[in-house]
Nanobody, 127 residues
Framework: QVQLVESGGGLVQAGGSLRLSCAAS????????MGWFRQAPGKEREFVAG????????YYTDSVKGRFTISRDNAKNTAYLQMNSLKPEDTARYYC????????????????????WGQGTQVTVSS
């Protein structure tokens, strides 16, 4: 069992920054891929960014490339999403998720690949 707890969301003006955190407990955090997803009202949950188990590989959806950075600290069992140059269209509830396939070489972009999810944290960007 894995428990994930997100934090760091809030209200920010366009062009501002936020840093989301995802604290994990339970099974060995350092062995699995972590992903960030978001879901806006009336829309499907979409992939935002993912990071390999050792932090060496990352992957982003096109709309956030150059603005968002995913990272992890395995010693702290925590994943992060640094979000800069925020836009109103980034407004959504952000979720972290864990793909617990042991040291997977792939960073999945579909929600079904991720077994565990946090409750999410709301990010609202005003124009």
């Amino acid at each position: 069992q894995v428990q994930l707890v997100e934090s760091g969301g809030g209200l920010v003006q366009a062009g501002g920054s936020l840093r989301l955190s995802c604290a994990a407990s339970g099974r060995t955090f350092s062995n699995y891929v972590m992903g960030w997803f978001r879901q806006a009202p009336g829309k499907e949950r979409e992939f935002v960014a993912g990071i390999s188990w050792n932090g060496e590989r990352t992957y982003y959806t096109d709309s956030v490339k150059g603005r968002f950075t995913i990272s992890r600290d395995n010693a702290k069992n925590t994943a992060y999403l640094q979000m800069n140059s925020l836009k109103p269209e980034d407004t959504a509830r952000y979720y972290c998720a864990a793909d617990t396939r042991y040291r997977s070489v792939a960073i999945a972009t579909i929600p079904l690949r991720y077994e565990y999810w946090g409750q999410g944290t709301q990010v609202t960007v005003s124009s």
